[in-house]
C-alpha cells in the first residue's frame, strides 16, 4: 500500500486558484494511478480529477473540467491538483487516493470502489 499525506488546502475567494499536493511514501509509487475526490458538506465523496501511472493519461469530472488540473512528478512522490477559477460550490474536503491495483489503466470513470488508499484529507473554502 501506499501512504498519502495531503496539503495546501485553505480558504480562496470564488475565482482564485490554490495548488493542492498530495505527498506519497513508497517505492512504487510510479506504479499507481492516482486521483483526488472531494466531499461537500452534506454530500457524498465524488470524483474529481485522475492520472495515470504511465502516460500521465487524466480524465476529470465535468463540473471541473477547464478549471482544475492534475499532475503528478514521479521523482518527488507527489501528485498536484492545481485548481484554477475556483466556485463555492468547490467547497469540500478533498482527498488523494491510490489505485488499489498497481500497473493497471486509470478507468474512464473512475469510482471510489478503484482505490485502495487514501490520505487524510485537506479542507478547501471557497468564498464569495
Known amino acids: 500500500q501506499v501512504q498519502l499525506v495531503e496539503s495546501g488546502g485553505g480558504l480562496v475567494q470564488a475565482g482564485g486558484s490554490l495548488r493542492l499536493s498530495c505527498a506519497a511514501s513508497?517505492?512504487?509509487?510510479?506504479?499507481?494511478?492516482m486521483g483526488w475526490f472531494r466531499q461537500g458538506p452534506g454530500k457524498e465523496r465524488e470524483f474529481v480529477a485522475g492520472?495515470?501511472?504511465?502516460?500521465?493519461?487524466?480524465v476529470y469530472a465535468d463540473s471541473v473540467k477547464g478549471r482544475f488540473t492534475i499532475s503528478r512528478d514521479n521523482a518527488k512522490n507527489t501528485v498536484y491538483l492545481q485548481m484554477n477559477s475556483v466556485k463555492p460550490d468547490d467547497t469540500a474536503v478533498y482527498y488523494c487516493?491510490?489505485?488499489?491495483?498497481?500497473?493497471?489503466?486509470?478507468?474512464?470513470?473512475?469510482?471510489?470502489?478503484?482505490?485502495?488508499?487514501w490520505g487524510q484529507g485537506t479542507q478547501v473554502t471557497v468564498s464569495s
Open positions: 487516493a491510490a489505485q488499489s491495483v498497481p500497473w493497471t489503466n486509470l478507468p474512464t470513470h473512475p469510482k471510489l470502489t478503484d482505490f485502495g488508499s
Open positions: 492520472i495515470s501511472w504511465s502516460v500521465g493519461r487524466t
Open positions: 513508497g517505492r512504487t509509487f510510479s506504479s499507481y494511478a
